[in-house]
């Protein structure tokens, strides 16, 4: 999911007092107790060698460019296993 600049620098702006929060649970003492540490999956950096017109494509969509291709990629994969079973 994308956001412009506009629009991000609108909801950087709401004033804190008209933030809707009272659809958001309380963090009690409870919730901390059966909290679990989730720690983000890492990356393997790597050399890959790609077509020029598969880079540049992918480079102009903008920042954040290599997570796009490996978000096509994953899809790929799940794809493929996917259908292999």
């Not at 933030?19 to 963090?27: E, N, V």
């Not at 598969?54 to 102009?60: A, C, N």
């Amino acid at each position: 999911m994308t956001i412009s600049p506009k629009r991000l620098e609108e909801l950087q702006n709401i004033p804190e007092p008209a933030i809707d929060t009272s659809d958001r649970p309380k963090l009690d003492a409870s919730f901390w107790e059966k909290a679990q540490l989730v720690k983000p999956l890492t990356k393997q950096a790597i050399s890959l060698r790609v077509d020029r017109d598969v880079l540049d494509w992918f480079k102009s969509q903008g920042k954040g460019y290599q997570s796009l291709m490996n978000a096509v990629l994953k899809s790929y994969v799940e794809h493929q296993v996917k259908n292999s079973k």
